[in-house]
């Protein structure tokens, strides 16, 4: 009788090799940069689907207006509380509301607002569009002589880069508002006093390179929600790596763009 | 069950497939098809699943690139067509997939509209009420004009998936597996739909299926699909007379089991 000689330990799954991740990485790359330029030509030729646009607009403030309040009051509050140890060391309590606005409005409120949305917006987006992609919905779109890209992807980009700047700004004087409640209770500042002291370190350039962080922040949840969504494959489980790959990717550019907006803004001080 | 007879216009080829061919990576799906459907006419193709018949109406939507060969579609030569042109031969094409792809997030008033609108521009709010209504009319379900797909049944979201096809008067229908997953009264009333739309919008369609009831009731001619090439073309008693032990296994599964 024969035996089969058995392993203890299975062989370990081969993933693909070095080169192969590489040449893909690459592709992907481009099949990107063709995604973003597709937007481009198709986005602002007629005819436009104002109305879309408008539903998405709203969906995309809806899904994320609640949890942005309140995470912004809170983040406001907290740094706020965590600041003033440090500052009261020097004396320098009353350095805390410019402190706070640079911080918040400098760095903090769009990047908490991107995040948000990156989980919020962008994971629903490639759930959405991925499913719709394995349920042939797309498919019966372009069938039926209408173009899908435009009706689905150019509305949800221009959506989220417009409503990502206003929840941006929206998350900015909620947070302030949670600093100013902190020093308002600890040192009894007025409202107009803490405003000043709010605004006066700030620059042209602050408020410029914000928007434009919350613009960029906007397209790239927006351009990656959907590009994850629109090409899924697989079935369900396709439908699942879409909405994660949106998030993950999407949060990780985020970063990426803060550093380099933080390094353009800087050369302008 | 047996189906009546069509007006089919011999002279006139709608759409003229020769030596088409298709691969997945290594996986050669079809080795040159050769086909041509007739002004009027309904032809069903046959054949086991993953044989490439959904792949077939895919190329001749346009949905997916030929490898070689030469697809040609209502005078339209598919391998030289510029993208706006092949979105205007879209809309002269209906396409009733397998799985309805109804717009979830739509009632289906709003799903028949969807083409209309983006398709006729400068159409009033009367002209699309009457049209919505004429094709929900024409499937029987008028009544669900205010429903989400959600609330419809398998056989409720085919109809309503060939009305939204119907809704910009194509002059060829593509039906993918169009009674798969129904029961055998709904499967009925599905054929029945089929010939009507073949009457009274004097379509020319292929119906891919491998329900050999719904062959009989709705194909005026039959091709039988097998290892990537049309192997029997004919009537329906034309392609089961044979001993193919390729072909034998679907009649005796449909009508004898």
């Given at each position: 009788?024969?035996?089969?000689?058995?392993?203890?330990?299975?062989?370990?799954?081969?993933?693909?090799?070095?080169?192969?991740?590489?040449?893909?990485?690459?592709?992907?790359?481009?099949?990107?940069?063709?995604?973003?330029?597709?937007?481009?030509?198709?986005?602002?030729?007629p005819p436009?689907e104002?109305?879309?646009?408008?539903?998405?607009?709203?969906?995309?403030?809806?899904?994320s207006?609640?949890?942005?309040?309140?995470?912004?009051?809170?983040?406001g509050?907290?740094?706020?509380?965590?600041?003033?140890?440090?500052?009261?060391?020097?004396?320098?309590?009353?350095?805390?509301?410019?402190?706070?606005?640079?911080?918040?409005?400098?760095?903090?409120?769009?990047?908490?607002?991107?995040?948000?949305?990156?989980?919020?917006?962008?994971?629903?987006?490639?759930?959405?569009?991925?499913?719709?992609?394995?349920t042939?919905?797309?498919?019966?779109?372009e069938?039926?002589?209408?173009?899908?890209?435009?009706?689905?992807?150019?509305?949800?980009?221009?959506a989220?880069?417009?409503?990502?700047p206003?929840?941006?700004?929206?998350?900015?004087?909620?947070?302030?508002?949670?600093?100013?409640?902190?020093?308002?209770?600890?040192?009894?500042?007025?409202?107009?006093?803490?405003?000043?002291?709010?605004?006066?370190?700030?620059?042209?350039?602050?408020?410029?390179?914000?928007?434009?962080?919350?613009?960029?922040f906007?397209?790239?949840?927006?351009?990656?929600?959907?590009?994850?969504?629109?090409?899924?494959?697989k079935?369900?489980?396709?439908?699942?790596?879409?909405a994660?790959?949106?998030?993950?990717?999407?949060?990780?550019?985020?970063?990426?763009?803060?550093?380099?907006?933080?390094?353009?803004?800087?050369?302008?001080? | 069950?047996?189906?009546?007879?069509?007006?089919?216009?011999?002279?006139?080829?709608?759409?003229?497939?020769r030596?088409?061919?298709k691969?997945?990576?290594?996986?050669?799906?079809?080795?040159?098809?050769?086909?041509?459907?007739?002004?009027?006419?309904n032809?069903?193709?046959?054949?086991?699943?993953?044989?490439?018949?959904?792949?077939?109406?895919?190329?001749?939507?346009?949905?997916?690139?030929?490898?070689?060969?030469?697809?040609?579609v209502?005078?339209?030569n598919?391998?030289?067509?510029?993208?706006?042109?092949?979105?205007e031969?879209?809309?002269?094409i209906?396409?009733?997939?397998?799985?309805?792809?109804?717009?979830?997030?739509m009632?289906?008033?709003?799903n028949?509209?969807?083409?209309?609108?983006r398709?006729?521009?400068g159409?009033?709010?009367?002209?699309i009420?009457?049209?919505?209504?004429?094709?929900?009319?024409?499937?029987?379900?008028?009544?669900?004009?205010?429903?989400?797909?959600?609330?419809?049944?398998?056989?409720?979201?085919?109809?309503?998936?060939?009305?939204?096809?119907?809704?910009?008067?194509?002059?060829?229908?593509?039906?993918?597996?169009?009674?798969?997953?129904?029961?055998?009264?709904?499967?009925?009333?599905?054929?029945?739909?089929?010939?009507?739309?073949?009457?009274?919008?004097?379509?020319?369609?292929?119906?891919?299926?491998?329900?050999?009831?719904?062959?009989?009731?709705?194909?005026?001619?039959?091709?039988?699909?097998?290892?990537?090439q049309f192997?029997?073309?004919?009537?329906?008693?034309?392609?089961?007379?044979?001993?193919?032990?390729?072909?034998?296994?679907?009649?005796?599964?449909?009508?004898?089991?």
């Amino acid at each position: 009788m024969s035996t089969i000689n058995k392993s203890p330990v299975p062989a370990a799954k081969k993933g693909p090799s070095f080169k192969t991740r590489l040449s893909n990485a690459f592709v992907t790359l481009y099949n990107i940069n063709n995604f973003i330029l597709r937007f481009f030509r198709q986005a602002f030729v007629p005819p436009f689907e104002f109305k879309e646009v408008m539903r998405q607009c709203y969906e995309t403030g809806v899904r994320s207006f609640t949890l942005i309040t309140f995470t912004g009051f809170i983040t406001g509050l907290i740094f706020t509380k965590q600041s003033r140890p440090s500052l009261a060391n020097f004396g320098a309590q009353s350095w805390l509301p410019s402190l706070v606005s640079i911080a918040i409005m400098r760095a903090l409120a769009p990047l908490i607002t991107a995040l948000i949305a990156a989980g919020k917006v962008g994971s629903s987006i490639g759930a959405e569009l991925g499913s719709m992609r394995v349920t042939e919905q797309i498919d019966a779109m372009e069938v039926s002589g209408t173009k899908p890209f435009k009706f689905l992807v150019c509305t949800r980009v221009l959506a989220t880069t417009l409503t990502i700047p206003i929840l941006a700004t929206y998350t900015g004087f909620i947070a302030l508002l949670g600093g100013y409640l902190n020093v308002s209770v600890n040192e009894g500042t007025s409202y107009t006093t803490f405003m000043e002291q709010v605004f006066e370190p700030l620059t042209f350039v602050d408020f410029v390179a914000s928007l434009a962080k919350a613009i960029v922040f906007g397209f790239t949840i927006g351009i990656v929600g959907c590009y994850q969504g629109y090409y899924s494959t697989k079935g369900t489980e396709g439908v699942g790596k879409a909405a994660n790959g949106a998030v993950v990717t999407a949060m990780f550019l985020v970063f990426v763009e803060e550093i380099l907006i933080v390094q353009i803004a800087g050369w302008f001080r | 069950m047996e189906k009546g007879k069509a007006n089919i216009d011999y002279q006139n080829k709608v759409i003229t497939i020769r030596g088409l061919e298709k691969s997945f990576g290594d996986f050669e799906v079809l080795r040159g098809i050769d086909l041509d459907l007739y002004q009027g006419e309904n032809l069903v193709v046959l054949g086991r699943s993953g044989t490439g018949k959904s792949v077939l109406i895919k190329i001749i939507s346009g949905l997916l690139k030929a490898d070689k060969g030469e697809v040609n579609v209502l005078g339209c030569n598919l391998n030289t067509i510029t993208e706006k042109e092949l979105q205007e031969l879209r809309v002269r094409i209906g396409f009733s997939f397998q799985n309805s792809a109804l717009y979830d997030s739509m009632t289906v008033r709003k799903n028949l509209e969807f083409p209309l609108v983006r398709n006729q521009k400068g159409i009033t709010r009367t002209e699309i009420n009457t049209s919505v209504e004429r094709v929900l009319d024409a499937v029987g379900l008028l009544h669900t004009i205010n429903q989400m797909p959600s609330e419809l049944s398998g056989g409720q979201r085919k109809r309503i998936g060939i009305a939204r096809t119907l809704i910009l008067n194509p002059e060829i229908m593509l039906y993918d597996e169009p009674t798969a997953g129904l029961d055998p009264i709904t499967c009925i009333e599905i054929n029945d739909l089929i010939n009507e739309v073949q009457q009274n919008f004097h379509t020319s369609s292929i119906i891919i299926t491998h329900d050999l009831t719904c062959a009989k009731s709705t194909g005026d001619r039959i091709a039988m699909l097998l290892d990537g090439q049309f192997q029997r073309v004919g009537s329906f008693d034309e392609v089961f007379s044979t001993n193919d032990d390729r072909v034998k296994p679907f009649f005796e599964y449909n009508f004898i089991q």
